[in-house]
């Protein structure tokens, strides 16, 4: 059965910072690309960060790079989302997924194929 558990979500003031974790189970963690998505209320599913099978690769939205580093242990069958700089803008429902392949990072939603059940991120000013 294939799993996804975040955790690491909570309530930090602007400025701050916090460090989601993804850890996976039911499949090869190595063999899979991860990503980092969230969906504000209102709005649609956004990619926020994804990292390759083993690490080489990682692509991150405008809105993440230089505050948010994606990272992931493959021993440890965890991706991590370091996020810094966090501003209310950030505000949303973390979720990790798994896509389908393992080499490179794509954005698109559909190319996940396993997802977890979310943390919530706020952001107060």
């Known amino acids: 059965q294939v799993q996804l558990v975040e955790s690491g979500g909570g309530l930090v003031q602007a400025g701050g910072s916090l460090r989601l974790s993804c850890t996976a189970s039911g499949f090869t963690f190595s063999s899979r690309a991860m990503g980092w998505f969230r969906q504000a209320p209102g709005k649609e599913r956004e990619f926020v960060a994804g990292i390759s099978g083993g690490g080489g690769t990682t692509d991150y939205a405008d809105s993440a790079k230089g505050r948010f580093t994606i990272s992931r242990n493959n021993a440890k069958n965890t991706v991590y989302l370091q996020m810094n700089s966090l501003e209310p803008e950030d505000t949303a429902v973390y979720y990790c997924?798994?896509?389908?392949?393992?080499?490179?990072?794509?954005?698109?939603?559909?190319?996940?194929?396993?997802w977890g059940q979310g943390t919530q991120v706020t952001v107060s000013s």
């Open positions: 997924a798994a896509d389908s392949a393992r080499w490179g990072v794509r954005v698109g939603a559909a190319s996940y194929d396993y």
